[in-house]
């Protein structure tokens, strides 16, 4: 199974400031058909996750565009340019490229 | 607008089975698959098994050990997941989202496995 690390475990980030979280697999995540099967979702207190990011950087519709991701093979970041009160919450990562899929642990943002 | 509505909450015995339903709507059912997850309380997500809505086909997580069947009915739009031989460590919060990204999420089926 690909096993998914997230860092850091946590994130303390005063509104209006940047945030940034790690991913990284334990085998690329580049297809053959040229695709990176990586995702980001966001789990709100008391919430379903929802979808943010597919495909390392392509944001799902409706994602503010504060959100953006990057990286390539097995490492992975999702920036967050400006933290908004409603960005609290936890963030996994999910590879999609071989069964099991599998999560990362999560980094949880709160705001100071 | 896309929804998936999952069962309410169920209270199992250790050993018992639970059958858990996603009725989705607002979209063409035989396009997308369904994912099943769960999140035992205060963890992360685990992906379970997915079931393709267009031909029935399934792969689930072999850590289940083969306890957990994942079923659809086009008729009725519904995907249904059924955990045998519960344990304790099933205690969970069981979502179904719409595969293969995952884009749309129930609203999650609290079960819990108590003696």
């Known amino acids: 199974d690909i096993l998914m690390t997230q860092t850091p475990l946590s994130l303390s980030v005063t509104p209006g400031q940047p945030a940034s979280m790690s991913c990284k697999s334990s085998?690329?995540?580049?297809?053959?058909?040229?695709?990176?099967?990586l995702c980001w979702y966001l789990q709100r207190p008391g919430q379903s996750p929802q979808l943010l990011i597919c495909?390392?950087?392509r944001r799902f519709s409706g994602v503010p565009d504060r959100f953006s991701g990057s990286g390539s093979g097995t490492d992975f970041t999702l920036k967050i340019s400006r933290v908004e009160a409603e960005d609290v919450g936890v963030y996994y990562c999910?590879?999609?490229?071989?069964?099991?899929?599998?999560f990362g642990g999560g980094t949880r943002v709160e705001i100071k | 607008q896309i929804q998936l509505v999952q069962s309410g909450a169920e209270v199992k015995r250790p050993g018992a089975s639970v059958k858990v339903s996603c009725k989705t709507s607002?979209?063409?059912?035989?396009?997308?698959?369904i994912g099943w997850m769960r999140q035992a309380p205060g963890r992360g997500l685990e992906w379970m098994g997915w079931?393709?809505?267009?031909?029935?086909?399934?792969e689930y997580a072999k850590w289940l050990q083969g306890r957990v069947t994942i079923t659809s009915d086009t008729s009725t739009s519904t995907a249904y997941m059924e955990l045998r031989s519960l344990k304790s460590d099933d205690t969970a919060i069981y979502y179904c989202?719409?595969?293969?990204?995952?884009?749309?999420w129930g609203q999650g089926t609290t079960v819990v496995v108590s003696s």
């Open positions: 085998q690329s995540l580049l297809h053959s058909d040229g695709k990176t099967y």
């Open positions: 495909e390392v950087s």
């Open positions: 079931i393709s809505s267009y031909n029935g086909n399934t």
């Open positions: 607002g979209y063409i059912f035989s396009r997308y698959g």
């Open positions: 989202a719409r595969a293969p990204v995952f884009d749309s």
């Open positions: 999910m590879q999609g490229i071989q069964i099991p899929l599998t």
